[in-house]
């Protein structure tokens, strides 16, 4: 099964591959969304945990699906050959941060709304939050494709396809994570499905732009890999991280970030 999908995204034009898989990632969010139909909550613990295990898999792939990539791909000797992955990666993370001072959102389990001052409703604004923060997500699915398109050897297929899984991995208590505060604050179950799966509609969408991109301008495919690096490793340590340690029981998360770097490292060298 998994050679079969492999073989066919390998035949297809990288935007539609990286579309395919974008939207594969969205689907699931949209699935850990429908949560709300189920169940009246979730278990803060087990929730937590959850999002530990986010966490692990998205430092996992930062650094083997696309710092490693980029850094092995990179000409040169020293210095001169880990520069464009170290300027990249700091290009990322300020991405991200500039994201966040200039589009008001709010965070999960705080109660401050963030970036300009705005009307607008907070579940639209808590939608916002986990938006912006899918961008690195569908960016890097997007690049990866384009990438082996251009028979890069350092970007495959399956490599590729091994980064869609574990973000859609972990995309699943993402939406839950939306999904069900939402519901706490009143809103139908419907509703808070809506928005919980609305807040990863960007990662289709990036990451079809992404692909396009390395295709037309190959020599900023090391670049575009650990500038997505950076954005999600920022995300780690402004969000994921901060939210899972507003409860007791903080060792739960730690486990479920250990369990997440763990499982998605052996995807990736073991597979990719």
């Known amino acids: 099964m998994m050679d079969e999908l492999i ?18 990632t969205w689907g699931v969010t949209a699935l850990g969304a429908s949560s709300v139909f189920l169940f009246k909550g979730v278990n803060k613990k087990l929730l937590n945990g959850m999002l530990g295990f986010t966490g692990g898999v998205m430092i996992a792939a930062s650094f083997w699906s696309l710092l490693a990539p980029a850094i092995e791909m990179s000409a040169g000797e020293g210095f001169e050959k880990v520069m464009p992955s170290a300027i990249g990666f700091v290009l990322g993370a300020l991405f991200i ?3 966040d001072k200039l589009m008001p959102h709010l965070h999960l389990n705080f109660l401050k709304t963030e970036g300009p001052k705005s009307s607008l409703h907070r579940t639209t604004l808590l939608t916002i939050a986990i938006a912006l923060h899918n961008i690195p997500e569908g960016l890097a699915v997007g690049v990866l494709f384009g990438g082996a398109a251009s028979g890069i050897p350092e970007a495959s297929i399956t490599g590729a396809v091994l980064l869609a899984m574990g973000i859609g991995l972990q995309n699943f208590p993402e939406g839950i994570a939306v999904s069900m505060p939402l519901r706490r604050m009143g809103l139908s179950r419907w509703k808070s499905f809506q928005y919980g799966q609305l807040s990863a509609i960007v990662e289709p969408i990036f990451a079809v732009l992404g692909a396009f991109a390395v295709g037309f301008f190959m020599p900023i495919l090391p670049y575009a890999l650990s500038f997505a690096a950076g954005a999600m490793l920022f995300v780690v340590i402004e969000e994921v991280i901060p939210e899972t340690q507003q409860e007791e029981h903080s060792d739960i998360p730690i486990l479920g970030f250990v369990l997440g770097f763990v499982v998605m490292m052996m995807l990736d060298v073991a597979l990719g």
Request: hydrophobic letters at 55%.
């Open 97 to 99: 941060f500039g994201l």
């Open 7 to 24: 073989e066919y995204l390998g035949k297809q034009e990288a935007v539609v591959a990286a579309l395919c898989a974008g939207l594969f």
